[in-house]
């Protein structure tokens, strides 16, 4: 059993950076690929960012690559999303998730789900 507890997430401006934070507890991360996804009001959750078990290979939509990184430090069994040159459409609830495999793959395909945190960009 693995619970996920996200923080990290409040209101900036454009352009500023957010780091959220997503601890597990209950077991190890080892041999789960890690990420996010994101769900803006009255839209699909859609796919943000994952890294795989190996702690190595990552993977990034292309609505956020090369201004997020995401990285993992396993002696603290936490995963890190670390958000740069934010944009207003980046406004979204922000689930960290967890899938026993070598992909975080589609929302379906997910075996746990942190709480949520709200991550919101505006002037």
């Known amino acids: 059993q693995v619970q996920l507890v996200e923080s990290g997430g409040g209101l900036v401006q454009p352009g500023d950076s957010l780091t959220l934070s997503c601890a597990g507890s209950?077991?190890?991360?080892?041999?789960?690929?890690m990420g996010w996804f994101r769900q803006a009001p009255g839209k699909e959750r859609e796919f943000v960012a994952h890294?795989?078990?190996?702690?190595?290979?990552?993977y990034y939509s292309d609505s956020v690559k090369g201004r997020f990184t995401i990285s993992k430090d396993n002696a603290k069994d936490t995963v890190y999303l670390q958000m740069n040159s934010l944009k207003p459409e980046d406004t979204a609830v922000y689930y960290c998730?967890?899938?026993?495999?070598?992909?975080?793959?589609?929302?379906?395909?997910?075996?746990?789900w942190g709480q949520g945190t709200q991550v919101t960009v505006s002037s």
């Open positions: 890294i795989v078990w190996d702690g190595v290979n990552t």
């Open positions: 998730a967890a899938r026993l495999g070598y992909t975080l793959g589609t929302p379906g395909g997910v075996d746990y």
């Open positions: 209950g077991r190890t991360f080892g041999g789960f690929t």
